[in-house]
């Protein structure tokens, strides 16, 4: 789960951690009120959406002349007229895709005085199975382009959680990041509470960036973004209160109310699988076979005909699907159970588009009869090769 840079804020200033002073707006007879209560001379203002590239990006609708997601203003009355001119606007990043996200959140925030821009981020690294620290000279552009082009800007720093986080590794930051002997004592401070609050608060990624440096020499957190575990939410329910549902794509957000694991793609045939591994396997053969998957769903392993209906819907709900691939091997999960649900689901919303379904395992052959005695017009498939090449020629025609 995904939070919007303000809150990421109010998280790190509770743990001690340096940020500017801000106010959140949530509509435009807010703005005047937010932006007085900060002593500027400048203003910053910016977008709230799930994306990056927010500075860089442009509005749908902008007579200004698409001046980016992130603004500055030099009075209260300027923060007003921009924040007016963001809010309820479509903003399109590198990240949103060319349909964009609206902008229903704006936060207003006091205007630093940069020296350096740096980058600082804590995340899970697969490669050591460790809480690492990312950090880079480079703050302020985009970390994907500093790695590709100067890899040898950016340091890792391995936690070992045998011991936890320690002095040594703040100071590993600090000189990962060139800062001044003057700035290590804040550094260790910095990512000492970065590390509680990672750790603390379930995280999968907290990212800093740019962490500057300040022309009067201090250290101070100048943007912020935090993914926090979802399988660990129940325990926070301070961070899941925080869940801004306006960002999350639909079908995703109603897949979660049945515990489906369910994440949009672009592609054209959607698919139900139990099992994340067998999922990865379906995808990539329908890749294989010229075309292109529109989403990754599980259904799990005991998952009920309510479920398997549920997701059934979900899929059909997609406008881009021209095909659908239910491939299902049981061994928890019963294929009757799933034969049950699709029959039901089709009952429910119909079928409109060509539908493939590969069973085998548990109950494989009461599976089969419910869907060969069901009325509706169902392609079988032997096994996963059979069932990729039989949907990819349905929907190629």
């Given at each position: 789960m995904n939070i919007h840079e303000y809150q990421a804020k109010q998280l790190l200033k509770a743990y001690g951690c340096p940020v500017s002073d801000g106010q959140p707006v949530f509509n435009a007879s807010e703005a005047e009120t937010a932006a007085s209560q900060l002593s500027g001379p400048l203003w910053v203002v910016k977008s709230q959406i799930h994306a990056g590239g927010r500075g860089k990006g442009s509005f749908k609708e902008d007579a200004a002349g698409n001046k980016g997601g992130v603004r500055l203003a030099f009075s209260v009355e300027e923060a007003v007229a921009e924040t007016k001119k963001?809010?309820?606007?479509?903003?399109?990043?590198?990240?949103?895709?060319?349909?964009g996200k609206q902008v229903n959140r704006i936060y207003i925030e006091d205007g630093s005085d940069i020296e350096t821009e740096l980058y600082l981020a804590v995340l899970l690294d697969s490669s050591s199975s460790r809480i690492s620290f990312v950090a880079?000279?480079?703050?302020?552009?985009?970390?994907?382009?500093?790695?590709?082009?100067?890899?040898?800007?950016?340091?890792?720093?391995?936690?070992?959680?045998?011991?936890?986080?320690?002095t040594k590794n703040g100071q590993d930051v600090a000189n990962a990041l060139n800062l001044a002997d003057s700035n290590m004592d804040e550094c260790i401070e910095l990512t000492t509470n970065l590390f509680r609050i990672f750790?603390?608060?379930?995280?999968?990624?907290?990212?800093?960036?740019?962490l500057i440096v300040l022309k009067t020499g201090g250290l101070k957190c100048l943007d912020a973004k935090m993914a926090f575990d979802g399988n660990a939410l129940f325990r926070q329910p301070?961070?899941?209160?925080l869940r801004d549902e306006t960002e999350?794509?639909?079908?995703?957000?109603?897949?979660?109310?049945?515990?489906?694991?369910?994440?949009a793609l672009e592609g054209?045939?959607?698919?139900?699988?139990?099992?994340?591994?067998?999922?990865?396997?379906?995808?990539?053969i329908i890749k294989l076979k010229g075309a292109e998957p529109?989403?990754?769903l599980d259904v799990g392993g005991g998952a009920t005909a309510e479920k398997v209906t549920a997701a059934f819907k979900i899929i059909t709900s997609d406008p881009n699907v021209k095909g659908i691939l239910v491939n299902i091997f049981g061994g928890i999960m019963r294929c009757d159970v799933i034969a049950e649900g699709?029959?039901?689901?089709?009952?429910?919303?119909?079928?409109?588009?060509?539908?493939?379904?590969?069973?085998e395992g548990t109950k494989v052959q009461e599976g089969k009869d419910i869907i060969n005695n069901s009325p509706f017009d169902v392609i079988a498939a032997d096994d996963l090769d059979d069932a990729a090449e039989k949907i990819v020629k349905a929907v190629k025609g």
């Open positions: 963001m809010l309820g606007n479509v903003l399109v990043t590198h990240q949103t895709g060319p349909a880079s000279t480079e703050g302020g552009m985009d970390i994907e382009a500093v790695a590709k082009d100067t890899p040898e800007k950016i340091i890792t720093v391995t936690i070992d959680p045998s011991i936890g986080f320690t750790v603390e608060k379930d995280m999968d990624m907290l990212e800093i960036n740019p301070d961070i899941l209160a999350e794509d639909p079908k995703e957000l109603e897949a979660s109310k049945f515990d489906l694991s369910y994440i054209e045939i959607g698919c139900m699988v139990n099992g994340a591994g067998l999922a990865m396997a379906t995808m990539d529109a989403n990754f699709v029959v039901q689901a089709i009952s429910e919303v119909g079928l409109k588009v060509p539908l493939v379904v590969r069973l």
